[in-house]
């Protein structure tokens, strides 16, 4: 039986944790968080929400190919202000209303990596 979401991996080519650091943490706003050691030699990122729940694990994929269809989607309290965030850093938003009672748009991370941002209906 499912307790809760533990995490969720995406994967990113090697050499980019510089890159993906300054969108997931300086330009989302989520927080880093150490990986276990055994894992962390490996490379890759470990980010969590404010509420310390989930984590989004970036993992090194050699060939690297980004996740165009599978996603997480991650929930936000100021879903216009990131939105507007995203564009101004030149990261693309495409705003679709086909989900009831919710707000959300995609984007995608530096390396093309497909997200889901989620906010409260007006």
Request: with cysteine; glycine share 14%.
């Amino acid at each position: 039986m499912l307790v809760t979401l533990d995490h969720v991996q995406l994967t990113a080519p090697a050499g980019c944790g510089p890159l993906m650091r300054t969108f997931y943490a300086d330009l989302l706003g989520i927080r880093e968080v150490a990986g276990p050691p055994v894992l962390a030699v490996r490379g890759g990122c470990w980010f969590t929400g404010e509420d310390g729940g989930g984590q989004l694990h970036l993992g090194i994929d050699t060939p690297y190919h980004p996740g165009t269809r599978a996603h997480p989607g991650l929930q936000v309290w100021d879903i216009d202000g990131l939105a507007d965030r995203l564009r101004s850093h030149g990261a693309p938003v495409v705003w679709d209303d086909r989900l009831p009672g919710r707000r959300r748009f995609y984007s995608l991370d530096p390396v093309g990596n497909r997200l889901e941002f989620l906010g409260p209906a007006d």
